[in-house]
């Protein structure tokens, strides 16, 4: 067994090395931050914790291989000082791209405030460029100089490791109980270092948001491993959904869009921003937003349902600001929160909050900061999925609450924690942010409506169909919340809004042969507060447009930089959505649908509910424009990062 602990010993020694070196790094990216952090409260050392769990996972991806290669070497009984100079310059090797990657990084954020990512393959199609670049910046020959001593040292150290161990290596087994032993001893080893690179026992491996954890930007990627993010990056710009939309000539969309929204843009920040002056007192302080998991309004007793699966949001719909033809943006919940806080249209498959590099928005909760709202989100399942925890700390909010932070008893399956918990978790929260006098804008994402189904044992459901229980369990927890919420003094100066993050599609009901049946996108939408009148619209609405419609109850000025309008001022005859591989748009009397992948359309008459293939005539036409436009030009200010206001572009 010591035998087999000598070689043991040598590659946990080069392991730890490696990760040594990386923290180097990480210390000399925190000097040279020193300026930017001198007024932060924040302690950086959860950054470092972080960046160690995130080196780690580098490491033992460089670690896997010879792990491998040494068991092989074990059950083959063969080895020697041979293993060993492969297994020097095996770690050499990539601990020196590593070291790069480290070094590398440092100057790139401190130019582009992003961490090293997949733009700088754009430059190795201009080596000579490039390498003038590197050595001709003055300022970046110490972080040169950095990655040269410090690789040496440890290929120095790799060098005295293979002397010494090399003279106590194991003798490798020559019968098959002998290599019975190695293979109890090095498989488990390997298993530890999968896990390793895994970064994570959950059911997603690590991802960049585990490095977030707080509202500072410089802080959270500074927990950042570089060549996790460069690598991570990289294969992102490779996903098809990542691909650049091509939907109609940018130019030719643009110019729509801005007559469709009467906008002509703001110089420094984008096409279609405009400053928004609303007129009135303000109602209402504080804001309350709660996407309900797949609420399609095919569940709704008001939409014709006859089960009376949600009484509460019934009762919310007849008492508030209602819209009975509002559609999510996507058929995904980070599309719904993206397009309604931010205001830009979901993008096909493409998952606007992923990324290595966490785009930047202004929106809702950017807009209510700077306003001096405290602002918190509450999500059921990990931080970490669809990279919710690092999108949203970068864009706006102070405070994600999520899996981690709730009792593990209290997990009911891998998306998190059941409604009611949520909700019993997120008010006394709220009301302690009340109680400092401040407005606060809280946001709660909801779950259990998402299989699997978890029905709490302390409800007791009407109907049979656990489809239909879990609504009936979703609607009241709703209505426990709101309930709960009465009794505060904080309520009457309170606007909630209520919206689907997306529908489903409903087993038992036709889909009329749509590709894209109507329940997968058509979502309640209540705007709830005391004193608002109340009143039922007809008219089309978007997630779009719930951002400027917040903002426009709250008679707040603002830059608006997104696609939606305030929907208080402002009547929408049509409405545009896509779900996956189908973009779609409709109005009162007829449905557009087209697959980019088949390039093929199809076009309905809308009467009562019912839908009846035509041909394409002049109002499917507008519809197509209306969608693709709006698309394609979303597309483009998001490729062109026109997404923040100027204040934002400061930061």
Known sequence: MKKHLTLLTYLATAHLGGL???????LCFFFSLHSALAAETTSAWPAFLRGLWMDNVIGSYILLLPLLVVLVAQLCGRGGKGLLRFLNIWMGGFYALAFAAAAANIPFYNYFNQPLNSTIWQWAAYPSQTVGMLFGE???WKYIALWAVVTAVYAYGL????????HRLPAFPKNWRERGVS?????????LCVLGARGRLGYNPIKISAAYYCDNADLNNLGLNATFNLLNSTLDDARKENRPLQLMDENAALVFVRQNLGRSGLPGISPLAQIVRPEGEPRYDNVVVVFMESMSTKFMGTFGNPSHLTPTLDSLFAQGLSFENCYSAGNHTNQGVYATLYGFPAQLKRNMMRGSVVPRYAGLPTVLREKGYQTLFFIPHEGQYDNMNAFLRTN?????????DYPRDKVVNHFGVSDDYLFSYALPVINQRARSGKPFFATILTVSNHPPYIIPPDFHPKSKQIEDQIVEYADWSIGKFMAEARKQPWFAHTLFVFVGDHGKRIEHLPTDGLILPESCNHVPLIIYGAGLPREQRKDFAGQVDIAPTILGLLRLPYVQNNFGVDLTTRRREAIFYSADNVVAARNAEYLYLYSPDAERAYTYAVDQGKYRPIAENEATRKLRMLVFANLQTAAKLVREKQTIDRKAARH
Do not use: H, K, N
Request: charged share 15%; proline share 3%.
């Open 20 to 26: 040594v070196c990386l923290m180097v790094f990480r």
């Open 138 to 140: 003055a300022t970046w």
């Open 183 to 191: 293979l109890a001893l090095w498989l488990p080893i390997c298993g």
């Open 159 to 166: 060098f005295r490791w293979r002397r010494y161990f090399g």
């Open 396 to 404: 706006g909010f102070a405070e994600v609450y999520a899996q981690e």
